[in-house]
């Protein structure tokens, strides 16, 4: 098995605005592992505000090239556990992961559907993001926009745009990205038009200083984000959360993501899975698991203007997982 990678820069089609910053660009690592003329792919990208550093993972890829390399062909879970004795961060563990499921299933020609007998029985749309602006300019995105499902980022607490929002008779969630304070939780879930939004993702930021005012049994559909990172999270997050944002980059790849969709089954969480601003290599690996979630938030690649690879594809909102072996990521 041969390891290979490159940093690429990923241009947005415009300004991401969320509370933690503006961004024109994502820079995306693309993890590569080829075998027997078949090569999966895996990515991660760079986001600041959870400090990852790009250039720090690729110097751990030279230090960890030839144990990987060295590595036979197994079953991507005990691939996975190979993964763990490494002590990597959960993103470049996932671009890892997602490579070896990717080159595992195209060597079986077997999709990971296949693989993991996952049948489509639904398939939730995934929301399209609103960026942080002018209330009136986001209610204008909306209303001009073919999507039908919609997140809505905010950077601070404003009653009066939420109640804007809230008479709008359109699907929309509302993410704060930690920007809501105590008191700002404390009215939203005192008040049942707050059930109006699909979810309310993470208000506050991370720590459970703050997200033990929470209640999951108030109004509102309470989502963790950065709150939940693994599934060691999930049953102290009980009582808070009705609602959990799985991301492969955040739990460390696709092998975590399933065990972690069955315990959440388990406690009755509604599930997301979501990404960041990622290419076609992240987002085809997200969309696998969607057969297995409530909600989706796959817009990434949709987000992007110079798009490098093909896959799964999100359309409008309606997610089409693509049918070819692996993953079925093909590099353009």
């Keep these: 098995m041969n390891l290979s990678w490159q940093i690429v820069r990923l241009e947005l089609k415009e300004t991401f605005s969320i509370s933690y910053g503006n961004y024109t660009f994502r820079d995306a690592l693309i993890v590569s592992l080829k075998s027997h003329n078949a090569t999966g792919y895996g990515e991660c990208t760079a986001i600041d505000y959870y400090q990852i550093n790009l250039q720090d993972f690729v110097q751990k890829l030279e230090v960890i090239k030839e144990q990987i390399e060295f590595q036979k062909l197994h079953y991507p879970i005990e691939f996975y556990g190979f993964l763990l004795t490494l ?51 986001q209610i204008q995105k909306i209303k001009k926009s073919s999507w039908n499902k919609f997140k809505v980022k905010c950077n601070h607490f404003d009653e009066n745009n939420i109640k804007s929002l ?4 359109y ?106 601003t990622e290419s076609s290599v992240g987002i085809s690996a997200g969309s696998v698991l969607a057969p297995l979630c409530d909600f989706a938030d796959l817009d990434g690649a949709n987000l992007v203007a110079n798009d490098i690879a093909k896959g799964s594809q999100i359309v409008n909102g309606k997610i089409q997982i693509s049918e070819k072996s692996g993953l079925g990521i093909v590099i353009i």
Aim: some cysteine; charged content about 25%.
């Design 87 to 137: 002590d990597l961060p959960s993103f470049l563990r996932s671009a890892l992961d997602c490579a070896y499921w990717d080159l595992f299933g195209k060597l079986e020609n077997k999709s990971f559907l296949e693989l993991n007998a996952i049948e489509i029985k639904q398939l939730p749309e995934s929301s399209i993001t609103i960026s942080v602006d002018a209330i009136k300019n």
């Design 166 to 169: 809230l008479e709008l008779s």
């Design 171 to 276: 699907n929309i969630a509302l993410d704060s990205n930690g920007s809501f304070n105590k008191e700002n939780c404390i009215w939203l879930q005192n008040e049942i038009v707050s059930e109006k939004f699909s979810y309310l993702e993470q208000p506050m930021k991370k720590g459970q200083e703050n997200y033990h005012v929470l209640k999951a049994n108030l109004h509102g559909n309470w989502m963790a984000d950065e709150d939940c990172q693994e599934s060691n999270s999930l049953e102290k997050l009980k009582s808070h959360y009705k609602s959990i944002n799985i991301k492969l980059l955040k739990c460390g790849g696709l092998t975590p993501a399933l065990e972690m969709i069955q315990k959440a089954r388990s406690l009755n969480y509604q599930i997301m899975i979501g990404c960041m």
